[in-house]
């Protein structure tokens, strides 16, 4: 699993400035999770092959001096307890405060891994404004500046120092034939997540199931289905009892992003009778993010009446427009409704995101892409593609090269994507076209 560094810190320390350095996300994704903090971010940091998640544990805002814990959110504490390792966050120009004290104190109670980041350290040459935070006792103190850049870099190999190496799933050039299907089932809190499970597992032999003695371990169900391999990544703590799965922990942000960044498929699980929320289309976003492949499965279709049902379809091209590569299967996991769809659906999507596109058959698509329809002129420049291979998979990647292609537009983008994907049959995987102009 994708180890999870979370910052911790009183607020302004440069928590937030630190997490846009570390994850470089155009765009932060805010996950606005009903009862969660509202400022937490999450995002992936990445340090060569390796990546991590991080947290910025925001909302300590309205704690008042000496009363941190009472007021700290229990998300900021569920996630310093999900984390693999805490970067405690402190002001090297305004020095130790009771604030930091208390933190440390309970950092160092609960004994996880931790780092002190003294943050806002430019100029500041000598080690002696960080002595104090030395009596934090929780080690070695590392200065910084975020909003600089400085040492940010170093900090990131710091801290990849002290998490397990887990490189990103991509980076395996080729996929193993044999390889289990990875699957993450996502989705909001009572979407009916174990219910599916449940409803999968029940009729399938399980290969092998051994139970992880702690709740950080990640735990994979590996089963059979139609000949094929699979293994469930688990998103909420799932546990057996007798015959069936339950999820004993309440959902986990963190949980859900390190199951699809392990999973070659997604299913987005959605709760029918909710409509699509904005935590459904953060989760979405996330996956999108990722490249992971996503099947949307609109659950409890059962109890939707025509109106609710059409109402539904509506939200979805509206909140989910983003992810029109998705297939989406309507199900009833209780009723065991429509669940062979959903396998097909899985299925395909990995198969999508792994295809092999030939060089030759690639260049020909291309050409015959460009006689149907050339790029627009842009000023003075004619883009010409001219040949194009795979860059990668899980997700595709296709890279085109040719003259002045820096000029072509979106829509002769999304052009091109409609042309392969439909020649490379790519449903449910998202598809990258990168571009490499000779001039
Ligand atoms: P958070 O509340 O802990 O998330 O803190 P922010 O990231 O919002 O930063 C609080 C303030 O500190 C902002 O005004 C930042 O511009 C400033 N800041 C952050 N990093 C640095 C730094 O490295 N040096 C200096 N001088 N200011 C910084
Ligand atoms: P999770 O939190 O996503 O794991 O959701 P659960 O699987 O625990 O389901 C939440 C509730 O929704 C339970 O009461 C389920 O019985 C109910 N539920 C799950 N699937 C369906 C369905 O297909 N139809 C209906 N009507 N209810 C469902």
């Not at 305004?94 to 309970?106: H, K, M, T, V």
Request: hydrophobic content about 40%; proline content about 4%; charged content about 25%.
């Amino acid at each position: 699993m994708i180890p999870v560094i979370a910052l911790v810190g009183r607020p302004n320390v440069g928590k937030s400035t630190l997490f846009n350095r570390l994850t470089r996300t155009r765009e932060a994704i805010v996950a606005d999770f009903s009862g969660l903090t509202r400022d937490r971010h999450y995002g992936t940091a990445k340090l060569g092959k390796r990546q991590f998640i991080v947290v910025d544990t925001g909302g300590l805002e309205d704690s008042a001096e000496g009363a941190i814990f009472e007021k700290m959110a229990s998300q900021t504490l569920q996630a310093i307890a999900e984390a693999d390792l805490v970067l405690f966050m402190v002001d090297a120009r305004a020095g130790l405060s009771a604030q930091d004290q208390e933190i440390g104190r309970y950092l160092r109670k609960i004994g996880k891994r931790t780092l002190i980041i003294a943050n806002k350290a430019e100029g500041m040459k000598d080690s002696l404004h960080l002595a104090e935070f030395y009596e934090l006792g929780l080690g070695e103190v590392y200065a910084v500046s975020a909003a600089h850049g400085q040492g940010v870099r170093e900090l990131l190999e710091l801290a990849a120092a002290e998490l397990p190496a887990v490189p990103e799933p991509d980076a395996d050039a080729e996929e193993d034939e044999d390889q289990p299907i990875r699957i993450a089932v996502a989705g909001r809190p009572n979407a009916g997540k174990s219910t599916l499970i449940n409803a999968w597992l029940g009729e399938e032999r399980l290969v092998t199931f051994d139970m992880p003695g702690t709740t950080r371990d990640a735990i994979r169900v590996p089963f059979e289905k139609n000949g094929r391999r699979y293994e469930l990544i688990d998103t909420a703590g799932l546990r057996r009892k007798g015959k069936v799965f339950e999820s004993i922990e309440k959902f986990s942000v963190v949980k859900t992003l390190q199951a699809i960044e392990g999973a070659h498929v997604v299913v987005l699980v959605l709760d029918g009778t909710q409509g699509v929320t904005d935590q459904d289309a953060h989760i979405a976003g996330y996956a999108l993010e990722s490249g992971r492949a996503v099947v949307v499965a609109i659950n409890k279709w059962d109890a939707l009446d025509r109106y609710q049902r059409e109402q539904l379809a509506r939200s979805l091209e509206l909140r989910l427009a983003f992810m029109r590569f998705a297939p989406v299967k309507h199900i009833s996991a209780l009723r065991r409704q429509g669940l062979e769809p959903l396998w097909k659906a899985m299925g395909a999507a990995y198969d999508a995101a792994t295809r092999k596109m030939p060089t030759a058959k690639l260049t020909r698509l291309l050409q015959e892409a460009v006689q149907y329809q050339a790029p627009r002129k842009s000023g003075m420049f004619r883009p010409k593609p001219r040949y194009a291979h795979q860059g990668g998979m899980n997700p595709p990647v296709i890279v085109i090269h040719g003259n002045s292609l820096d000029h072509v537009g979106h829509a002769y983008q999304r052009f091109l994507e409609g042309w392969f994907r439909k020649a490379f049959k790519l449903d449910g995987t998202p598809l990258r076209i990168e571009f490499r102009t000779s001039d």
